[in-house]
Protein backbone atom coordinates (compact mmCIF):
# COMPACT_ATOMS: atom_id res chain seq x y z
CA UNK A 1 0.00 0.00 0.00
CA UNK A 2 1.19 3.76 -0.55
CA UNK A 3 2.16 6.20 1.67
CA UNK A 4 -0.85 8.21 0.90
CA UNK A 5 -3.57 5.14 1.15
CA UNK A 6 -1.71 4.12 4.49
CA UNK A 7 -4.34 5.09 6.39
CA UNK A 8 -7.58 3.84 4.51
CA UNK A 9 -10.75 3.27 6.48
CA UNK A 10 -9.37 5.08 9.27
CA UNK A 11 -10.43 8.03 11.28
CA UNK A 12 -8.59 10.62 12.86
CA UNK A 13 -9.24 13.81 15.22
CA UNK A 14 -6.95 16.64 15.42
CA UNK A 15 -7.06 19.54 18.03
CA UNK A 16 -5.79 22.94 16.97
CA UNK A 17 -7.06 21.96 13.16
CA UNK A 18 -7.67 25.43 12.26
CA UNK A 19 -4.11 26.95 12.08
CA UNK A 20 -0.30 25.88 12.37
CA UNK A 21 0.93 22.64 13.08
CA UNK A 22 -2.67 21.33 14.27
CA UNK A 23 -4.01 22.39 10.61
CA UNK A 24 -1.17 20.41 8.30
CA UNK A 25 -1.29 17.83 10.00
CA UNK A 26 -4.50 17.07 9.69
CA UNK A 27 -4.42 17.81 6.16
CA UNK A 28 -1.44 15.61 5.81
CA UNK A 29 -3.91 12.74 7.38
CA UNK A 30 -6.28 13.05 4.75
CA UNK A 31 -4.15 12.87 2.59
CA UNK A 32 -2.94 9.40 3.72
CA UNK A 33 -6.90 8.87 3.31
CA UNK A 34 -8.03 9.43 6.76
CA UNK A 35 -11.43 10.71 7.55
CA UNK A 36 -10.72 13.55 9.81
CA UNK A 37 -12.60 15.65 12.69
CA UNK A 38 -11.40 19.10 12.93
CA UNK A 39 -11.55 20.33 16.26
CA UNK A 40 -10.22 24.20 17.65
CA UNK A 41 -12.64 26.97 19.26
CA UNK A 42 -12.83 29.36 16.09
CA UNK A 43 -15.85 27.51 14.03
CA UNK A 44 -14.66 30.47 10.85
CA UNK A 45 -11.06 29.10 10.43
CA UNK A 46 -12.16 25.74 10.92
CA UNK A 47 -14.50 25.59 7.87
CA UNK A 48 -11.14 26.75 6.05
CA UNK A 49 -9.47 24.36 7.49
CA UNK A 50 -12.04 21.67 6.50
CA UNK A 51 -12.47 23.05 2.73
CA UNK A 52 -8.38 22.08 2.61
CA UNK A 53 -9.60 18.26 4.01
CA UNK A 54 -12.55 18.00 2.09
CA UNK A 55 -10.45 18.78 -1.61
CA UNK A 56 -8.45 14.99 -0.40
CA UNK A 57 -11.89 13.53 -1.57
CA UNK A 58 -11.75 12.35 2.26
CA UNK A 59 -14.50 13.21 4.65
CA UNK A 60 -13.96 16.23 6.99
CA UNK A 61 -15.82 17.63 10.17
CA UNK A 62 -15.63 20.56 11.61
CA UNK A 63 -16.55 20.47 15.25
CA UNK A 64 -16.00 24.00 17.55
CA UNK A 65 -15.06 22.64 21.15
CA UNK A 66 -13.59 24.51 24.29
CA UNK A 67 -11.13 21.40 25.27
CA UNK A 68 -11.13 23.52 28.55
CA UNK A 69 -14.81 21.59 29.09
CA UNK A 70 -15.20 18.18 29.79
CA UNK A 71 -18.70 18.03 28.44
CA UNK A 72 -17.99 19.27 25.04
CA UNK A 73 -14.80 16.96 24.53
CA UNK A 74 -16.92 14.12 25.55
CA UNK A 75 -19.56 14.99 23.15
CA UNK A 76 -16.64 15.95 20.07
CA UNK A 77 -15.44 12.27 20.80
CA UNK A 78 -18.98 10.76 20.57
CA UNK A 79 -20.10 12.90 17.65
CA UNK A 80 -16.76 12.13 15.72
CA UNK A 81 -17.74 8.18 16.37
CA UNK A 82 -21.10 8.75 15.57
CA UNK A 83 -20.13 10.71 12.12
CA UNK A 84 -16.84 8.03 11.04
CA UNK A 85 -18.29 4.91 13.19
CA UNK A 86 -14.92 4.88 14.53
CA UNK A 87 -11.83 6.62 16.10
CA UNK A 88 -8.51 5.63 15.07
CA UNK A 89 -5.95 8.57 15.55
CA UNK A 90 -6.24 11.40 17.91
CA UNK A 91 -4.15 14.12 17.73
CA UNK A 92 -3.13 16.83 20.62
CA UNK A 93 -1.45 19.28 18.56
CA UNK A 94 -3.61 22.70 20.23
CA UNK A 95 -1.56 24.70 22.07
CA UNK A 96 -0.98 28.06 24.13
CA UNK A 97 1.23 29.99 26.06
CA UNK A 98 0.92 32.98 28.70
CA UNK A 99 4.23 35.13 29.27
CA UNK A 100 5.25 36.07 32.71
CA UNK A 101 7.94 35.16 35.18
CA UNK A 102 6.14 33.19 38.22
CA UNK A 103 5.62 36.20 40.45
CA UNK A 104 3.69 38.04 37.90
CA UNK A 105 1.85 35.40 36.37
CA UNK A 106 -1.69 35.92 36.85
CA UNK A 107 -3.81 32.34 38.17
CA UNK A 108 -6.14 33.20 35.15
CA UNK A 109 -3.15 32.57 32.83
CA UNK A 110 -1.77 29.83 34.38
CA UNK A 111 -4.93 27.74 34.44
CA UNK A 112 -5.65 28.69 30.75
CA UNK A 113 -1.85 27.58 29.62
CA UNK A 114 -2.81 24.58 31.44
CA UNK A 115 -6.37 23.51 30.64
CA UNK A 116 -5.39 23.68 26.49
CA UNK A 117 -1.72 21.79 26.97
CA UNK A 118 -2.46 19.09 29.90
CA UNK A 119 -5.77 18.90 30.66
CA UNK A 120 -7.35 19.16 27.22
CA UNK A 121 -5.36 15.63 25.93
CA UNK A 122 -6.88 14.36 29.18
CA UNK A 123 -10.32 15.25 28.64
CA UNK A 124 -9.95 13.45 25.08
CA UNK A 125 -7.89 10.10 25.95
CA UNK A 126 -10.19 9.76 28.93
CA UNK A 127 -12.83 10.25 25.92
CA UNK A 128 -11.45 8.46 23.16
CA UNK A 129 -10.06 5.23 25.53
CA UNK A 130 -12.75 3.42 25.55
CA UNK A 131 -13.66 3.50 21.88
CA UNK A 132 -10.14 2.80 20.89
CA UNK A 133 -10.03 -0.14 23.56
CA UNK A 134 -13.66 -1.87 22.23
CA UNK A 135 -12.49 -1.29 18.73
CA UNK A 136 -8.80 -3.35 19.27
CA UNK A 137 -6.84 -0.68 19.32
CA UNK A 138 -5.75 3.31 18.47
CA UNK A 139 -3.23 5.95 18.79
CA UNK A 140 -3.14 9.21 20.78
CA UNK A 141 -0.16 11.47 19.48
CA UNK A 142 0.35 14.01 22.08
CA UNK A 143 2.53 17.19 20.70
CA UNK A 144 5.24 18.87 23.10
CA UNK A 145 8.04 21.10 22.96
CA UNK A 146 9.92 21.68 25.55
CA UNK A 147 13.96 22.10 25.60
CA UNK A 148 15.52 21.38 29.81
CA UNK A 149 15.89 23.83 32.47
CA UNK A 150 17.41 26.82 31.30
CA UNK A 151 15.95 29.70 28.99
CA UNK A 152 12.72 29.22 30.18
CA UNK A 153 11.44 32.36 31.96
CA UNK A 154 8.46 33.98 31.20
CA UNK A 155 7.17 30.03 30.09
CA UNK A 156 6.78 28.74 33.45
CA UNK A 157 2.67 27.91 32.63
CA UNK A 158 3.95 25.97 29.63
CA UNK A 159 6.39 23.93 30.72
CA UNK A 160 4.81 23.09 33.57
CA UNK A 161 1.78 21.94 30.95
CA UNK A 162 4.49 20.15 28.80
CA UNK A 163 6.37 18.36 31.29
CA UNK A 164 2.88 17.30 32.80
CA UNK A 165 2.35 15.83 29.49
CA UNK A 166 5.07 14.14 29.33
CA UNK A 167 4.77 12.16 32.48
CA UNK A 168 0.67 11.79 31.57
CA UNK A 169 1.91 10.09 27.61
CA UNK A 170 3.69 7.74 29.85
CA UNK A 171 0.79 6.83 32.14
CA UNK A 172 -1.60 6.34 29.40
CA UNK A 173 0.83 4.44 27.31
CA UNK A 174 1.30 1.69 30.30
CA UNK A 175 -2.79 1.61 30.63
CA UNK A 176 -3.22 1.84 26.54
CA UNK A 177 -1.27 -1.01 25.35
CA UNK A 178 -2.83 -4.44 26.94
CA UNK A 179 -5.42 -3.04 24.60
CA UNK A 180 -3.13 -2.29 21.42
CA UNK A 181 -3.64 1.71 22.38
CA UNK A 182 -0.45 3.09 21.53
CA UNK A 183 0.27 7.03 23.47
CA UNK A 184 3.11 8.59 22.14
CA UNK A 185 4.74 12.08 22.39
CA UNK A 186 6.17 13.63 19.64
CA UNK A 187 8.60 16.39 19.49
CA UNK A 188 8.48 18.72 15.87
CA UNK A 189 11.53 21.01 16.99
CA UNK A 190 11.73 24.50 15.92
CA UNK A 191 9.31 25.62 14.01
CA UNK A 192 7.99 29.19 12.35
CA UNK A 193 4.20 29.27 13.41
CA UNK A 194 1.80 32.00 14.43
CA UNK A 195 3.92 32.36 17.27
CA UNK A 196 6.88 32.85 16.03
CA UNK A 197 10.08 30.81 15.82
CA UNK A 198 11.83 29.57 19.04
CA UNK A 199 15.14 27.42 18.82
CA UNK A 200 14.76 24.62 21.56
CA UNK A 201 18.58 24.55 21.59
CA UNK A 202 18.65 27.97 22.03
CA UNK A 203 16.29 27.74 25.07
CA UNK A 204 18.61 25.51 26.72
CA UNK A 205 21.59 27.34 26.23
CA UNK A 206 19.69 30.39 28.01
CA UNK A 207 18.96 32.35 24.72
CA UNK A 208 16.08 34.14 24.38
CA UNK A 209 16.73 35.92 20.70
CA UNK A 210 14.36 34.14 17.68
CA UNK A 211 16.35 31.62 15.61
CA UNK A 212 17.07 32.55 12.29
CA UNK A 213 14.49 31.27 9.82
CA UNK A 214 16.91 29.37 7.70
CA UNK A 215 17.15 27.26 10.89
CA UNK A 216 13.25 26.50 11.06
CA UNK A 217 11.05 24.24 9.11
CA UNK A 218 8.79 27.39 7.80
CA UNK A 219 4.99 27.83 7.68
CA UNK A 220 4.67 26.66 4.12
CA UNK A 221 6.07 23.61 4.70
CA UNK A 222 3.54 22.23 6.99
CA UNK A 223 1.15 22.60 4.25
CA UNK A 224 3.49 20.54 2.06
Given at each position: ????????????LVTGASSGLGRATAIVLARSSADVALV???AEELESAKEEVAK???RALSLPTDLAKEKETS?????TVEEFCRLDVV???AGTDTPGTVEDLSVEGWDRTLNVNLKAPFL?????FPHMRDAGGGTIINISSVAGKK????ASAYCAAKFGLMGFTQALADEGKEYGIRAIVLYPG???TNWGAFSPEVCQEGGSEKVPSSRVLPRSALQN
Amino acid sequence: MSELGRLEGKAALVTGASSGLGRATAIVLARSSADVALVARSAEELESAKEEVAKTDRRALSLPTDLAKEKETSATIERTVEEFCRLDVVVNAAGTDTPGTVEDLSVEGWDRTLNVNLKAPFLLSKAAFPHMRDAGGGTIINISSVAGKKGWTNASAYCAAKFGLMGFTQALADEGKEYGIRAIVLYPGAMSTNWGAFSPEVCQEGGSEKVPSSRVLPRSALQN
